[in-house]
């Protein structure tokens, strides 16, 4: 692969920067998941009482990391 090819930015720091990424999502889900409920309930306007508002994000977060 040539030093100037698009693979290569990707196989250097793209995993590190995914990573990132990913979890600045996880942070702003457990700590902004309250923002977000009219958009979930306007995803999933047939679920009558949906999980995201039986507990906290960190809460329903731990116990799948228990379960996996």
């Known amino acids: 692969m040539t030093p100037d090819s698009p693979g290569k930015a990707i196989r250097t720091g793209g995993h590190n920067s ?3 990424w990913v979890l600045a999502l996880l942070v702003l ?3 902004g998941i ?7 309930a306007a995803l999933f ?3 009558e009482r949906p999980v995201y508002a039986q507990d906290s994000f960190l809460n ?6 228990k379960i996996v």
């Open 18 to 20: 995914l990573l990132w």
């Open 34 to 40: 309250n923002w977000l409920k009219p958009l979930f």
């Open 60 to 65: 329903l977060m731990l116990a799948h990391i």
């Open 29 to 31: 889900l457990v700590f």
């Open 45 to 47: 306007p047939q679920l």
